[in-house]
């Protein structure tokens, strides 16, 4: 086996990992906001109107890309199974939100609808990484305990 081959992997699965960090500080972000609590950001302060549901869900999802981000950072051995599941699980919540918005189930706002595309995208497209071939090879039983394979 050549010494860098996986060198791509190791990439692979390092984006996959911050990737799924970012996302999940982004829904526990969305939570907050829908708590009512006001987050500066210096320039701005961002918004939203309470919606509990929203909050849960939002919950729920940052929660599940937290132990996603976890076991691919820390090379589970079912990273691939966590990451993939909780992509997943996010993105049913992501069209969930959309959908209630859609009805007219709460308040929507302009940062709301951009945020739901925009993850909409960003989820899709990890699982599309998590479900090709370099994705699958990258996550799949990447716990190693030796050098020697």
Do not use: D, K
Not at 23 to 50: D, K, Q
């Amino acid at each position: 086996m050549i010494e860098g081959s996986t060198h791509p992997q190791a990439s692979i699965a390092t984006a996959v990992g911050v990737l799924s960090g970012l996302y999940a500080i982004t829904f526990f972000s969305g939570a907050l906001l829908h708590l009512g609590v006001r987050l500066p950001l210096g320039f701005a302060v961002l918004t939203e109107p309470r919606i509990l549901p929203a909050t849960i869900v939002e919950s729920l999802c940052g929660l599940a890309l937290a132990l996603g981000a976890f076991a691919v950072l820390t090379r589970m051995s079912r990273a691939w199974t966590v990451a993939f599941a909780a992509h997943a699980f996010s993105l049913g919540g992501v069209l969930l939100g959309m959908g209630a918005l859609a009805v007219g189930a709460g308040p929507s706002t302009e940062l709301n609808t951009i945020y739901h595309r925009v993850m909409l995208v960003a989820l899709a497209a990890v699982l599309a990484l998590l479900l090709s071939p370099a994705g699958r090879s990258a996550l799949s039983g990447t716990r190693r305990t030796s050098g020697r394979e």
